[in-house]
């Protein structure tokens, strides 16, 4: 099993940077794919970007340019950092996880089996 927390959420204005922080426990982060969707109120859920467990990165293409992923396995932290925000980034993001049996990490949710709880991040116009 797989503990998931993320931290680092808040209330910030339009063109602010945020850094969401998550932390697993339970296993070690190194062999999994590690991710991060959002989901905004009356919407599903949503692919935002994942890192492989050699360090590739994806991103959904709204963010792409502004967000960028990291990990540090001796640590078993990932971290979004999200700049230039917009009021459409408002949502609870949520960190997950999967052990990395494939070579390239799913966008979809159905795609990790390890949540985090969610950290709420809302971008005031």
């Known amino acids: 099993q797989v503990q998931l927390v993320e931290s680092g959420g808040g209330l910030v204005h339009a063109g602010d940077s945020l850094r969401l922080s998550c932390i697993a426990s339970?296993?070690?982060?190194?062999?999994?794919?590690m991710g991060w969707f959002r989901q905004a109120p009356g919407k599903e859920r949503e692919f935002v970007s994942a890192?492989?467990?050699?360090?590739?990165?994806y991103f959904v293409d709204s963010v792409k340019g502004r967000f960028t992923i990291s990990r540090e396995n001796a640590k078993n932290m990932v971290y979004l950092q999200m700049n230039s925000l917009k009021p459409e980034d408002t949502a609870v993001y949520y960190c997950?996880?999967?052990?990395?049996?494939?070579?390239?990490?799913?966008?979809?949710?159905?795609?990790?089996?390890?949540w985090g709880q969610g950290t709420q991040v809302t971008v005031a116009s």
């Open positions: 997950a996880a999967v052990p990395a049996f494939t070579s390239r990490p799913s966008i979809s949710t159905n795609g990790y089996t390890y």
């Open positions: 339970g296993r070690t982060a190194s062999n999994l794919h």
């Open positions: 890192i492989t467990k050699s360090g590739d990165t």
